[in-house]
């Protein structure tokens, strides 16, 4: 990909949801709801403070982190579904 977020955005790929209940139920496309869940594709160079200084940001390709269930924009790049957020819309890294 060659695709870079400006400042403090990050490009977020979806994980994909489960296919299957715990009771072995299985969720049909049009029931399933999209994860709150994704791996950070690619990250800016960060924000910029009061005094100019530039803060990097916190997290970093390769991280999984979860979501705000309406956050981001969600754009097509290289024909692959992503989305683009500020890192202050990530509640949290996973592992």
Do not use: C, N, Y
């Not at 160079?45 to 916190?58: F, W, Y």
């Not at 705000?68 to 790049?77: A, D, F, L, P």
Request: proline share 4%; glycine share 12%; hydrophobic share 40%.
């Amino acid at each position: 990909m060659t695709f870079r977020p400006l400042h403090d955005r990050v490009v977020v790929r979806r994980l994909t949801a489960e296919e299957k209940t715990k009771g072995g139920i299985i969720i049909p496309d049009t029931a399933k709801e999209k994860p709150q869940e994704g791996e950070i594709v690619a990250v800016g160079s960060g924000a910029r403070d009061e005094a100019g200084k530039l803060v990097p940001l916190d997290v970093k390709a390769g991280d999984k982190v979860l979501f705000g269930k309406w956050s981001g924009t969600e754009v097509k790049i290289d024909g692959e579904e992503l989305l683009i957020m500020k890192e202050s819309d990530i509640l949290g890294v996973i592992g």
